[in-house]
Nanobody, 114 residues
Framework: QVQFVESGGGLVQPGGSLRLSCAAS????????MAWYRQAPGKQRELVASISSVGITWHADSVRGRFTISRDNAKNTVYLQMNSLKPEDTAIYYCNRIPVVGSWGQGTRVTVSS
């Protein structure tokens, strides 16, 4: 069963940057749509960004222009570069495929606060 291990979160001041990484197990990573999701306290999990097998990307309106999703198929890894972070970006960030498959990883916590 495919598994996802997210890393790279932390505490950052507003306006700061973080780069999240997600390592996926299993074969044929390169053929799947991958995505980053987040769940803020008291809110439902939401889709933040996605990337197709050939690198076509989509970003939610709330993060477009600030976040960039990318992937390295040779490393079975997807990244999320987050710039100009805002307090409302505070959440646990998860990666998974589109459509979602298997169990969610533990996520990586991002806290944006001064």
């Amino acid at each position: 069963q495919v598994q996802f291990v997210e890393s790279g979160g932390g505490l950052v001041q507003p306006g700061g940057s973080l780069r999240l990484s997600c390592a996926a197990s299993g074969s044929s990573f390169g053929v799947y749509f991958m995505a980053w999701y987040r769940q803020a306290p008291g809110k439902q999990r939401e889709l933040v960004a996605s990337i197709s097998s050939v690198g076509i990307t989509w970003h939610a309106d709330s993060v477009r222009g600030r976040f960039t999703i990318s992937r390295d198929n040779a490393k079975n890894t997807v990244y999320l570069q987050m710039n100009s972070l805002k307090p409302e970006d505070t959440a646990i960030y998860y990666c998974n495929r589109i459509p979602v498959v298997g169990s969610w990883g533990q996520g990586t916590r991002v806290t944006v606060s001064s």
